[in-house]
């Protein structure tokens, strides 16, 4: 057989460079590839790489030693890697594109050497080789193009109709009881906002309808204003507002990051006035957040009285002040001179350790305060206890200590609450005509070991409970992780509903939750409306004799995923796709609930980031359709033995914080014999996931049923991309998300919580989106709507995210349609 060789002439030439650069990449792409692919096979993974790599190299070889055979040789697997792409995730568009798009790109680098080689026959390929390399990525693309607008949304059946409706209770004004009597008000959204949530039960839902799908897209910014609050250097990396203003009678009350209070005019955003508690940047526990402020009118009192209608919330360095809802200005009857003092009783704690991220929750007179006591850095704690103040005095009434339940007030002179227990970080939701509070609590103080935890803690431990808003008891509670080793705490405000059954309108709680199971039940009972299954779940790990044999699943809805697999592994290219199976063969991953490990890393899947977090569900209560938008990313973590966690630094904010590579990889645990590393969102060195996209998604439920009513990923590419570098991509990848949705009797949905900085408007009865603004800032918030003098106003405060990556900001923008 002739061999066909390199032209003489054309050795001195680009065509002679451009073979060696091409057959020396594909040596080294070769050797990496096939070593992997070794590594790989020897774990018991896929048998791909390391033929693949063989292949390379040779073809590699043949391209250096001057052989037109490399060529035909790479064609030939690149044909190959087609065929087992296909037969690994079909025409799956994001699956197929760390498979098959770099071996394309390389394809049409290897057609373009063949015109330096000699013979008519290697001359016409040559000159046929753009063609070919063009058509090959032109069929990729097609490929790719197809699947991203016709199979990646993932939806399920569509609704063209609204399910059943369920109502709620009807609006009343504020501080409509009587002087002397406790306010039962269920404060409706709509026309004003004036409950974080849009009311007590959580629904986020408003009756205003002004804005609908037909008109929104004509919705303009019509103000902005800045609250002013930028990090400082120091705490550049850890600003995190995540507000939801409130709106009553007109004026706007925003909170930023370091918990200064704006009011502003509804209507243009002017400011009328603020109140600087001048928070110091050592008091930021893990961000600074201020998800709103509780607004309370005094029943009876007169409007004219000082204080008579309020501002309350609670404050990162654990004060609970009270301001005059007209004039800022603090309320001297409330505590001392305004301010309450939450670190009394508490015990031993430092700056940043104990702090109060949420808007406090206020019914029949009470304000409800729980706080966020800073994750994993011991077990000796400060208390996670729930505790409950005279809304106009500020007294004490009573606090809720899973240790003492004998207790209903501060522990006696000497003692401390009890230390290390599960705390209520987030917003609890309330019926004040029944009476209860609902607290979504966490874990101990300590989450990812679980030998030391007291009985109580381990019957409470990431659980909703019911509590008298009257007495500080606990009438019942329902535990959603038995435990909990994954730090799947309640991060989401519940949601109270009436669900229509065969026996009529049941009053209800909805609990999302973290590892995705959304559970309804009674609210006066506790009682589950649908069937909860305790499946068998894995063990082994360093505790296997303390944890659970079982997980109680929801028969209502949920939002998890199937079990990972090595095919889900993913990348920008086969190289970070064959790290990521090489990393998931070496994990311990027996499915939801592997527990923790130290010989070796484990898969948390869903991660501790949901699922569902903090931004909540939203439930449209005349028409029956609940919208939770959810995470699926898993998190790769591994324990470390606590003379390795030493030797890398880690120490608690108690000791003064740790090493920088300590804090990036984890959690110091002291107390406990690990310290934990958690790689949140299993990133690669590059930064991309390794996991298949959509990494985030927002889905319609009946509310009646549980039923899917379509489910479509939620956030573009525009920003996203490796070492931090946006793309610039309009592709809907469907991205990480934090914060929640906003639902309105027009049909929309408004949500931001995305990487890509957007508001979007989405059509209820379809998910499609009908509308979308490009933000300031990082979008991790959830909206609100009001209505002044007939103009339906949509806010939303961007302040960015420190966890998330996205930008920061301080803007409080407003939107609404043209006037006329």
């Known amino acids: 057989m002739t061999r066909t060789s390199l032209n003489p002439a054309s050795r001195s030439g680009l065509a002679f460079w451009w073979t060696m650069f091409v057959g020396l990449l594909l040596t080294i792409l070769g050797l990496m590839i096939g070593g992997g692919g070794a590594w790989l096979m020897a774990l018991g993974g896929s048998w791909y790489y390391l033929p693949t790599g063989v292949a390379l190299l040779v073809a590699g070889g043949l391209l250096l030693?001057?052989?037109?055979?490399?060529?035909?040789?790479?064609?030939?697997?690149?044909?190959?890697?087609?065929?087992?792409?296909?037969?690994?995730?079909?025409?799956?568009?994001?699956g197929l594109m760390p498979r098959v798009l770099a071996p394309t790109i390389i394809l049409v680098f290897v057609l373009l050497t063949l015109p330096a080689f000699n013979g008519r026959r290697a001359k016409r390929?040559?000159?046929?080789?753009?063609?070919?390399?063009?058509?090959?990525?032109?069929?990729?693309?097609?490929?790719?193009?197809?699947?991203?607008?016709?199979?990646?949304?993932?939806?399920?059946?569509?609704?063209?109709?609204?399910?059943?409706?369920?109502?709620?209770?009807?609006?009343?004004?504020a501080g409509s009881a009587p002087a002397g009597q406790p306010d039962l008000t269920i404060h409706q959204a709509g026309p004003d906002w004036p409950v974080y949530g849009g009311s007590e039960l959580g629904t986020r839902y408003s009756l205003l309808k002004q804005i609908t799908a037909d008109n929104v897209s004509k919705l303009t910014k019509v103000w902005d204003f800045h609250t002013g609050d930028m990090p400082s250097k120091a705490a550049a990396q850890k600003y995190s507002p995540e507000n939801t203003p409130l709106e009553v009678g007109g004026h706007l009350y925003a909170c930023s990051a370091k918990d200064i209070v704006i009011s502003a005019n509804a209507a243009t955003g002017k400011e009328d006035w603020r109140y600087d508690p001048k928070v110091s940047d050592d008091a930021i526990p893990y961000g600074a957040s201020c998800r709103g402020v509780a607004y309370y009118a005094r029943p009876g009192a007169d409007a004219d009285q000082p204080c008579a209608a309020r501002i309350v919330w609670g404050t990162l360095d654990a004060r609970l002040i009270a301001i005059d809802a007209r004039n800022g200005k603090l309320c001297a009857d409330f505590g001392q001179q305004g301010i309450v003092d939450l670190t009394q009783g508490l015990g031993k704690t430092v700056p940043g350790w104990y702090s109060v991220t949420a808007p406090p929750t206020i019914v029949r007179g009470i304000v409800v305060v729980g706080a966020q006591v800073q994750d994993g850095q011991a077990e000796d704690a400060p208390s996670g206890v729930v505790r409950g103040y005279d809304a106009t005095s500020g007294k004490l009434v009573w606090a809720w200590d899973m240790g003492h339940p004998d207790r209903t007030g501060a522990p006696p002179e000497g003692d401390t609450y009890t230390r290390g227990t599960p705390n209520m970080w987030t917003v609890a939701a309330a019926d004040p005509q029944l009476g209860y509070v609902y607290l979504p609590l966490g874990n101990a103080a300590v989450d990812y070991y679980g030998v030391d935890r007291k009985d109580f803690e381990n019957q409470y431990n990431s659980s909703i409970v019911a509590v008298d808003v009257t007495t500080g008891k606990p009438v019942w509670h329902f535990q959603t992780v038995h435990h909990d080793l994954w730090?799947?705490?309640?991060?989401?405000?519940p949601t109270l509903v009436d669900i229509p059954t065969a026996n009529g309108k049941v009053p209800a709680i909805v609990v999302p939750s973290k590892q995705g199971q959304?559970?309804?039940?009674?609210?006066?009972?506790?009682?589950?409306?649908?069937?909860?299954?305790?499946?068998?779940?894995?063990?082994?790990?360093?505790e296997p004799e303390k944890l659970s044999?079982?997980?109680?699943?929801?028969?209502?809805?949920?939002?998890?995923?199937?079990?990972?697999?090595?095919?889900?592994?993913?990348?920008?290219?086969?190289?970070?796709?064959?790290?990521?199976?090489?990393?998931?063969?070496?994990?311990?991953?027996?499915?939801?609930?592997?527990?923790?490990?130290?010989?070796?890393?484990?898969?948390?899947?869903?991660?501790?980031?949901?699922?569902?977090?903090?931004?909540?569900?939203?439930?449209?209560?005349?028409?029956?359709?609940l919208i939770a938008n959810y995470n699926d990313m898993p998190n790769y973590n591994q324990l470390l033995p606590r003379e390795k966690a030493d030797q890398i630094g880690f120490k608690s904010i108690e000791q003064g914080g740790g090493s920088k590579k300590s804090k990036d990889m984890g959690n110091p645990q002291m107390g406990s014999p690990y310290a934990i590393a958690v790689n949140a969102g299993w990133r690669l060195p590059t930064g991309l996931l390794c996991s298949e996209p959509p990494y985030g998604h927002l889905r319609a439920i009946d509310l009646k049923t549980g039923k899917t009513l379509w489910d479509e990923p939620l956030g573009s590419a525009v920003n996203n991309g490796p070492w931090g570098l946006p793309s610039m991509l309009p592709l809907t990848i469907g991205t990480p998300n934090n914060g929640g949705p906003l639902v309105t009797a027009g049909?929309?949905?408004?949500?931001?919580?995305?990487?890509?900085?957007?508001?979007?408007?989405?059509?209820?009865?379809?998910?499609?989106?009908?509308?979308?603004?490009?933000?300031?800032?990082?979008?991790?918030?959830?909206?609100?709507?009001?209505?002044?003098?007939?103009?339906?106003?949509?806010?939303?405060?961007?302040?960015?995210?420190?966890?998330?990556?996205?930008?920061?900001?301080?803007?409080?923008?407003?939107?609404?349609?043209?006037?006329?």
Request: hydrophobic letters at 35%.
């Open 65 to 94: 030693s001057r052989n037109v055979a490399g060529v035909w040789l790479y064609v030939l697997t690149w044909i190959v890697t087609l065929a087992w792409a296909y037969w690994e995730v079909g025409m799956d568009g994001w």
């Open 125 to 173: 390929l040559g000159d046929g080789a753009y063609a070919t390399g063009t058509m090959a990525v032109l069929l990729l693309a097609c490929a790719v193009g197809l699947h991203h607008f016709t199979g990646q949304a993932r939806s399920q059946e569509t609704s063209p109709s609204a399910p059943a409706s369920t109502t709620t209770a009807p609006s009343q004004p």
């Open 487 to 493: 730090d799947y705490d309640l991060g989401s405000q």
């Open 518 to 542: 959304i559970y309804v039940l009674d609210r006066k009972t506790g009682k589950s409306l649908f069937p909860v299954e305790e499946r068998p779940v894995p063990s082994g790990g360093v």
């Open 549 to 625: 044999r079982t997980q109680p699943y929801s028969g209502y809805a949920h939002l998890d995923q199937p079990v990972l697999t090595e095919k889900k592994m993913w990348g920008i290219s086969p190289l970070d796709q064959l790290y990521c199976r090489i990393q998931f063969r070496q994990a311990s991953y027996q499915g939801e609930f592997t527990p923790p490990t130290v010989e070796k890393p484990y898969i948390e899947y869903p991660g501790y980031n949901g699922g569902s977090d903090w931004g909540s569900v939203a439930v449209d209560t005349d028409d029956g359709i």
């Open 747 to 820: 049909g929309l949905i408004f949500i931001a919580a995305t990487t890509d900085n957007k508001l979007r408007a989405i059509d209820i009865k379809n998910g499609k989106t009908v509308w979308q603004a490009d933000l300031p800032a990082g979008g991790q918030t959830t909206p609100m709507t009001y209505e002044i003098e007939g103009t339906q106003y949509v806010v939303i405060a961007p302040g960015g995210h420190h966890f998330m990556e996205t930008k920061v900001g301080d803007d409080v923008i407003a939107y609404a349609l043209p006037k006329g």
